[in-house]
Each structure stands twice: as C-alpha cells, then as structure tokens.
C-alpha cells in the first residue's frame, strides 16, 4: 500500500492558477491508478478526475475538464493536478488517491492522503 501527501494548496484569486503535488511512498506505486477528490464546505467529497498507472489515460468531471489536468512522474512517485482558471466554486479540500484500475468511483481507491485545503477568492 501506498503512503501519499498533498501539497500545494493556498488562496488564489477567481480566474488564477494553483498546482498541487501528490507525493506517493511504499512498494509499487508505478502500478496504482491515481486519482484527485474534493470536498467542498459543508458537501460530500466528489471525484474529480484521474490518471491511469502508465499516465497515457486521464478522466475529468465535466465541472473541471479542460481547466484541470493530472499528470504523474513515476520516477519520482509523484502526482500532479495542474488547476487553471479557478472559479470560486472550486474552494474544496483536494485529496489524491491510489487504485489498482482507474475508476471514477472514490470507494475503489484504497488510500487517500490527508488533503490540502484550496481557497478561490471572487
């Protein structure tokens, strides 16, 4: 199993830009799919999008596609998820997470990191 960190996250202006990291240690984190969960204030977490273990697939929720993108650097166990154009109702904790198949649903994914809190400013 997998061990993962988020950082990165921090207060950014409506329209502005943030990149959060995903550091991932443990045994065979080449092989996991990853994936990005939010919860905003007060809601469920929701899945974001995800990348699958060699990183030639990712997925996106509509609310996110073409803003957001995940990539991942095995060399380094890392995951990224690069944020452009924030809205304000992007404010939500972000979580990465590891499974063994990409998935869209966030059960699948068997460890989930302590989260880093993203705040967009109107």
């Known amino acids: 199993q997998v061990h993962l960190v988020e950082a990165g996250g921090g207060l950014v202006q409506a329209g502005g830009s943030l990149r959060l990291s995903c550091a991932a240690s443990?045994?065979?984190?080449?092989?996991?799919?990853m994936g990005w969960s939010r919860q905003p204030p007060g809601t469920e977490r929701e899945f974001v999008g995800g990348?699958?273990?060699?990183?030639?697939?990712?997925f996106y929720v509509d609310s996110v596609k073409g803003r957001f993108t995940i990539s991942r650097d095995n060399a380094k166990n890392m995951v990224y998820l690069q944020m452009n154009s924030l809205k304000v109702e992007d404010t939500a904790v972000y979580y990465c997470?590891?499974?063994?198949?990409?998935?869209?649903?966030?059960?699948?994914?068997?460890?989930w990191g302590q989260g880093t809190q993203v705040t967009v400013s109107s």
């Open positions: 443990g045994r065979n984190f080449s092989s996991y799919a």
């Open positions: 990348i699958s273990w060699s990183g030639i697939s990712t």
């Open positions: 997470g590891a499974a063994p198949l990409a998935s869209w649903s966030l059960t699948d994914y068997e460890t």
